[in-house]
């Protein structure tokens, strides 16, 4: 998995569980990001449809989530991993603006990233393999580049990582059929279909994922953009269709509310936390619409790159951090019967550490 702003790792586990507890077959991950939970849902039997408005993120989803791994020839899979790895390094549009205007990676890997993205465009467009070697290519250029883990800066001196070698491996794959799907969710959230259970894990505050991650935008698509700033971001960064409604404090609430209501499913999961712009009150109260309602607390790190301080676009340290550490929440909603069932594991009194659960609040 690359770096990832929000990203619900230690929170697997515990979706994983209320998953397998709820014995759904169906589910639905709304906002899927780098698929990790829709590749826990997967692996414990469901049929997915992974959603969400980044061209990475439909890689990502058309790679982990329907792409069948019993499909896969793996002796193909590994001849066009090694045909890519052993190219030779090309200068182009991705070195020149991500390692010679700017510094996310050093300049070598930046050539094999050009040479290796070419030929995946070149000669496997159209094999069931591109995103599966798209999706392979990017987890590559995450080790070794020089960030925080946002491209809206890089490091002032080269990190470590960057001096190593770019290279390819193959990207994990699951058995069974899933759906990949590009759009927004407060257009299609009531449109997918119905699920027996549903995953909601929105933005919560004013971070745009399509600027953080611009670089793996550009990666995918291969269009070579006009950028602007030291970060150099895409042109269309300042397109409105590139803004989402969850970034906008008035516009977000309201729009998580219809989303919530919108979407068709035996049981509800949201997950959120304390420094998002809804109050767990509010979250309670939305997802009441699907029936009764438990909410979990969990005691988690904030994101690396908000444990170690505030950089500027030139990657010079402008600021510090007021806390290590924030709530995340798991709201459950659903009929009571089968609620109270799922959540019963992390009945509680007491706010908990160390990545344990706990109920904090019923109606």
């Keep these: 998995m690359i770096k990832y702003i929000g990203s619900k790792r230690r929170l697997v586990p515990v979706l994983g569980d209320l998953l397998a507890a709820s014995s759904a077959s169906t589910a639905l991950d709304l906002f899927t990001g780098t698929t990790r939970v829709a590749q826990e849902f997967k692996r414990r039997g469901a049929h997915v449809t992974a959603v969400d408005t980044a061209r990475y993120s439909e890689i990502f989803s058309q790679c982990h989530i329907e792409t069948d791994a019993s499909s896969v020839n793996k002796d193909d899979l590994r001849d066009a991993i090694d045909y890519l790895n052993g190219l030779p390094g090309e200068a182009g549009y991705f070195t020149e603006t991500f390692c010679v205007q700017s510094r996310y990676f050093q300049p070598f890997n930046g050539e094999r990233v050009d040479a290796i993205r070419n030929r995946i465009e070149s000669e496997f467009r159209s094999s069931q393999l591109y995103p599966l070697l798209l999706t392979s290519l990017i987890y590559a250029a995450d080790r070794v580049d020089s960030t925080t883990g946002l491209q809206m800066a890089y490091v002032k001196q080269w990190a470590p990582r960057s001096y190593n070698p770019l290279e390819l491996r193959e990207p994990e794959l699951h058995i069974g059929p899933g759906r990949a799907v ?43 953009p006009e950028h602007y700033g030291v970060a150099c971001k895409r042109i269309d960064s300042r397109d409105e269709e590139t803004k989402s409604v969850f970034n906008r404090k008035r516009e977000m609430p309201p729009a998580l509310r219809d989303v919530i209501a919108s979407v068709k499913a035996r049981i509800v999961i949201l997950s959120y936390n304390d420094e998002s712009w809804a109050t767990l009150e509010d979250l309670v109260q939305w997802c009441s619409v699907h029936g009764h309602v438990e909410a979990l607390a969990f005691d988690s790190k904030r994101y690396v790159g908000a444990q170690i301080g505030i950089f500027n676009p030139s990657g010079e340290k402008v600021g510090q951090v007021d806390r290590l550490r924030n709530l995340e929440y798991v709201v459950v909603a659903g009929p009571a019967n089968e609620v109270k069932s799922i959540t019963a594991p992390y009945v509680g009194t007491n706010i908990p550490r160390s990545g344990q659960g706990s109920l904090i609040s019923r109606t």
């Excluded at 590009?182 to 505050?205: K, S």
């Design 182 to 224: 590009r759009g927004d969710a407060t257009q299609i959230a009531g449109e997918l279909g119905e699920f027996d259970l549903a995953y909601l894990d929105p933005p919560y505050n004013q971070h745009r994922y399509f600027t953080n991650y611009h670089i793996w935008e550009t990666l995918v698509a291969w269009d070579a």
